[in-house]
Each structure stands twice: as structure tokens, then as C-alpha cells.
């Protein structure tokens, strides 16, 4: 496995790979999460190239940029156990250097849902993978159903600046108990991690309350809000039934649906959803026990 932290070592390692180049942006502390997408990319293209890269520019100032959880070795290690080809490590700088001053914003999709808790996350997310997909030049680029919203981002993106890469999403992958995987679980404490289960709960009666009939979006949403606010640990920022391109907020479900949330845990705020799609519902994998 090579690893290059600068855009010369980079393009000189991305020459000898074959095509398909899948490619998967992650910003490290990796988790089970993080390698099914690269387990994927490993089973569908011919190169695999992960990125390690914690963004400034997606991060709010009141945000968790400096105590963002890393641990590079572990990451390299569980990397080179997928097979991936190269990971590529750059330097804020190098992303960033002085003078920096060229954004790209999606303009519609990014403004709801988690755009209206953090206004500038989506330019940054969007500025930073346009970045890395002309560094990286793949021909395939892997993203988690966990972040939807950033998902229908990137596929806005590719889709408005012709971006020759096929974008790929894959499922959520939980814990035992249903909770999402997240890089930022790390910050909750006993209480509050048994607590986090409700985002899932919560997202289930919202499904069998479909199941049983029920179309009304409002009242979905409704039932959820009654599962989340039981939990006394829990503060609601959003509940939605959104179409799951657009998202815009929905009235009646008489197709696909996007049910999604972001419930505040003491600090630590954590995002859940279940997709619908064609009669289908993606609600993700639950796993054994967590690694490590
Ligand atoms: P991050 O490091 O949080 O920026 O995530 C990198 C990629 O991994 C994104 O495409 C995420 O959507 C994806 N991802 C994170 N957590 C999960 C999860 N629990 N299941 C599936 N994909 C995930």
C-alpha cells in the first residue's frame, strides 16, 4: 500500500494503477463503516484509493475541528488489511494554501436538513470532494447512505459540472443495537451511548407506521418526535420526510421517501435515516460486535 501526502507523490502513484480507480474520501478514525465501502470498491474496480483528510473548510467555528478523533496508524493498518492501493494524506496546506479563495456550492439541496444547522457545511464538503476527485481522477467514487444528504450533494455536483465519475452509495452500517456508526460515538459517555439507540427506534416506528398504512408525512413525523422526546438524554434539532432528491419536505408519501434526523445527545449530534425507495426500504446493516 503506497501512501502520499503531496499532490506530486499522489499523481506519480495514481499513473501505474488500472482503471477502474475506485476511490473513497473518508476523514479517518475508521470504523466498520468506513470499510464497506472500501471492501466494496475492492470487489467492483481494479485500484483502490481511500483519503484521509479532516476538512477545515466543512467545519463550523463552534464545531469539533481541533478534537476531532484520529489515529492514523490504526487507520494505515485496517487500510492495508482492505488491500487498498493508496491512500492519500494531504496537508491542510496543500488543499488549502494561502490565498485560497474558490468554492463550490450546491445551491438548493444544501440549504435544509443539516445546511440549516450548519450553513456553511455543504460548500466545504462540496469544494473539498470536487478537489479531491481532480486530484484522485477516479472513475468511481463510494459514499455512506449515513450521510444522505451529503450523498445527494456530491451526486448534484457531479451531475452540474459534468464530472466523468460514477458516485456510489452504499448502505448504513449500525451497531448491534442500531445505532449509525459514527467517527463522533467516541464522544459519548455510558448513559448517552445507551441512550443513542432511540435514533433507530425512533426510525422503525416511523417504518411500521408506513407499513401499517399510514401516508401522511406530517404524522409520520410525528410519530418519530414521540419516540425521541421519550428518551429524556435527547434534543431534536430536525425530523424530516423529505423526497430523497430534492428534499424538500413531503406532504403525503406517494413514492420515495427520505425519514431522517439529527438528535443532540448531551454535545454530540447524531444524524440517522431510513431511505425509501420503489416500495423498498434501506434502513442499513446491523453488524456483530464492533471492531477493536
Ligand atoms: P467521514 O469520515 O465521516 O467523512 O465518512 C467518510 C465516508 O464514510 C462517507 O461517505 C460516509 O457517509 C461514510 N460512512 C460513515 N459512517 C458510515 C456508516 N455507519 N455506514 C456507511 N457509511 C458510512
Not at 118 to 134: D, I, S, Y
Not at 158 to 167: E, G
Not at 208 to 218: D, T, V
Not at 226 to 247: F, G, M
Request: charged fraction near 25%.
Amino acid at each position: 500500500m503506497q501512501i502520499a501526502k503531496t499532490l506530486d507523490e499522489l499523481r506519480n502513484a495514481r499513473q501505474q494503477f488500472n482503471e477502474p480507480i475506485g476511490f473513497v474520501p473518508t476523514m479517518g478514525f475508521l470504523h466498520p463503516g468506513h470499510l464497506s465501502l472500501v471492501k466494496r470498491v475492492r470487489l467492483e474496480c481494479s485500484s483502490v484509493v481511500v483519503s484521509i483528510f479532516i476538512n477545515p473548510a466543512q467545519f463550523g467555528p463552534q464545531e469539533d475541528l481541533v478534537d476531532y478523533p484520529r489515529d492514523m496508524g490504526k487507520d494505515l493498518a485496517l487500510l492495508k488489511a482492505c488491500g487498498v492501493d493508496l491512500v492519500w494524506a494531504p496537508k491542510p496546506e496543500t488543499m488549502y494554501p494561502g490565498g485560497y479563495q474558490t468554492w463550490v456550492e450546491v445551491d438548493r439541496v444544501s440549504k435544509p436538513l443539516e445546511g440549516a444547522r450548519r450553513p456553511r457545511h455543504f460548500r466545504g464538503v462540496a469544494t473539498v470532494v470536487a478537489k479531491l476527485f481532480n486530484a484522485v481522477q477516479p472513475q468511481k467514487a463510494y459514499f455512506g447512505q449515513k450521510d444522505a444528504q451529503q450523498a445527494v450533494v456530491i451526486r448534484q455536483m457531479v451531475k452540474d459540472l459534468n464530472f466523468p465519475i460514477d458516485i456510489v452509495v452504499c448502505p448504513l452500517i449500525r451497531e448491534i443495537d442500531g445505532l449509525a456508526m459514527s467517527s463522533r460515538n467516541v464522544y459519548l459517555n455510558s448513559n448517552q451511548r445507551q441512550a443513542a439507540s432511540v435514533l433507530y427506534r425512533a426510525l422503525k416506528k416511523g417504518q411500521s407506521s408506513y407499513e401499517s398504512g399510514e401516508r401522511n408525512a406530517k404524522k409520520l413525523r410525528e410519530v418519530i418526535i414521540k419516540e425521541i422526546d421519550a428518551e429524556p438524554l435527547t434534543h431534536r434539532d430536525y425530523v424530516s420526510v423529505a423526497h430523497p432528491d430534492t428534499l424538500v419536505e413531503l406532504d403525503i408519501i406517494d413514492q420515495d421517501a427520505l425519514m431522517s434526523m439529527a438528535v443532540y445527545i448531551g454535545k454530540t449530534c447524531l444524524i440517522d435515516n431510513f431511505l425509501l425507495r420503489n416500495g423498498n426500504w434501506h434502513t442499513g446493516q446491523l453488524t456483530g460486535e464492533p471492531e477493536g
